[in-house]
């Protein structure tokens, strides 16, 4: 590969990271063809971009970022691929069910929610984390909740009050 084709690749790379919100580093060495096409497919349902990278050129394209990636360094061994997302714990859980069948990926590190999680003990974590969608979700729902017992207690009150009503001018 020539100097000005492994530039282009890190320069790539680099607006890459800098424009994703989450990343994850991951081993999915030793999966078969079959294997990988699967992985790449589910990755692609779940709006996950698969990269397989050179370490070197990650490398430089990690240093080459605005944001501080030091940690990472030492991860880059072996055969790596990035799966970029917009929703953290996307890629972990898709990992997570995937090794159910199978020994890879191996989580190497991940970059969430401007925190970088090295390890791959650290899978069942970010698959408990909640995306952003999901935090305003449950903020909604408890916004609601007594919204819906004001109104409930409100509906209920006013069919007592007309029953009440009814009550009397039947006894006059």
Do not use: W
Not at 80 to 101: C, V
Request: aromatic share 6%.
């Amino acid at each position: 590969m020539k100097r000005e084709e492994k530039n282009k690749i890190i320069d790539t790379l680099t607006d890459t990271i800098n424009s994703a919100k989450h990343f994850y580093i991951a081993d999915i060495s030793e999966l078969n063809a079959e294997d990988t096409n699967m992985l790449r497919r589910k990755c692609f349902e779940r709006d996950i971009k698969l990269i397989v990278v050179k370490n070197t050129l990650l490398k430089r394209a990690l240093e080459k970022c605005s944001k501080d990636y030091d940690d990472l360094y030492d991860t880059l061994k072996n055969s790596t691929s990035i799966m970029f997302t917009d929703t953290g714990n996307i890629p972990a859980k898709l990992i997570k069910d995937f090794r159910k069948k199978h020994d890879r990926p191996v989580l190497k590190a991940a970059f969430v929610e401007e925190a970088i999680y090295i390890g791959d003990e650290q899978l069942d974590f970010l698959a408990s984390l909640k995306s952003k969608e999901e935090l305003i979700a449950d903020i909604v729902l408890l916004l609601q909740s007594p919204v819906t017992n004001v109104l409930s207690a409100l509906q209920s009150g006013g069919n007592r009050l007309a029953g009440i009503i009814k009550t009397l001018s039947e006894k006059n």
